[in-house]
């Protein structure tokens, strides 16, 4: 009995949900939205059109994370807007008030086309698309850590001037391969709050034996949960779609220095834009 309990509460922790927002990518129309929901989901664009106008709408739910993209990329497809919800623990949901009924939405299919490049406004976690198209700019340029080291209640970025972070300074992460020449390299990019230029940390500089997680032979594994761990700190981090990916079992992207920065203006101008509403 005991390893059933056990088992099922791996299991529930491990569960996503994608609940729309209620609010269209930019340029976007609803009638046009309406109709390819409409034949996403096998209904009418009547009905469709009033459930893209309730946020919290739930359109699938406990499934895995790499099921959960494929449902967000399809819905993104469509000019909807919508964020995944990452797990949750289990003890904390059972104590949470039960949530109001959501209509259950089920797609015929899955398909996997590019997202748009907009988000919606949410305190809640989402995922972001950052174009590399965009021009650099240098008041972004990452900073380098040496060192990250933390704890169950907050991280150590080992900088004399910036404390210790608690979870909920963490604003944005993304997660990228650095190529430089024939030497790559996996690295960490966090944004926080009240600082404009990102820190980048090489993963092989993060001790991960501080962080309440399974440490693992493979750093690259460890980093996995790593970042599980602060999005479930931090329910509000932005994620870079690519990192979402990443945390499914995929290779980190690989950028050279000047994507490199595109990457953090691209982070760091939308969160400055006022898009993406982090909770403090």
């Given at each position: ?33 309406a109709a390819r929901m409409a034949a996403l989901f096998k209904t009418t664009s009547d009905k469709m059109a009033m459930v893209l106008k309730r946020p919290g709408t739930v359109v699938k739910k406990d499934v895995d994370l790499e099921t959960a993209k494929k449902y967000a ?68 340029t990452p900073r380098t850590v040496e060192k990250i080291s933390g704890s169950a209640d907050c991280i150590d970025l080992n900088i004399s001037e910036l404390p210790e972070i608690l979870y909920d300074r963490v604003l944005a992460l993304a997660a990228f391969n650095e190529t ?101």
């Open positions: 009995m005991g390893k059933k309990d056990g088992k099922e509460t791996i299991m529930t922790e491990n569960l996503y949900r994608i609940v729309l927002s209620g609010e269209l990518a930019a340029g976007k129309l609803e009638a046009d939205v990329r399809a819905i993104l497809s469509t000019g909807a807007l919508c964020k995944i919800d990452p797990p949750e623990h289990s003890a904390a949901a059972s104590a949470a008030p039960a949530p109001k009924p959501a209509e259950k939405l089920v797609p015929k299919s899955v398909p996997q086309p590019s997202a748009p490049g907009t988000i919606a406004k949410s305190a809640e976690p989402r995922v972001v698309v950052i174009q590399l198209s965009s021009k650099p700019e240098d008041r972004f430089d020449g024939g030497d790559t390299r996996t690295k960490m990019m966090m944004f926080v709050r009240s600082y404009e230029r990102p820190f980048v940390c090489d993963i092989d500089r993060i001790v991960f034996d501080g962080f309440p997680i399974k440490v693992f032979p493979k750093s690259i594994a460890t980093f996995r949960g790593l970042l599980h761990l602060i999005c479930k700190q931090n329910p509000s981090v932005i994620l870079e779609e690519t990192t979402l990916d990443f945390l499914s079992g995929s290779q980190p992207q690989p950028l050279d220095a000047v994507k490199i920065l595109k990457l953090a203006t691209g982070i760091g101008s939308l969160i400055e834009s006022g898009d993406v509403d982090a909770q403090t």
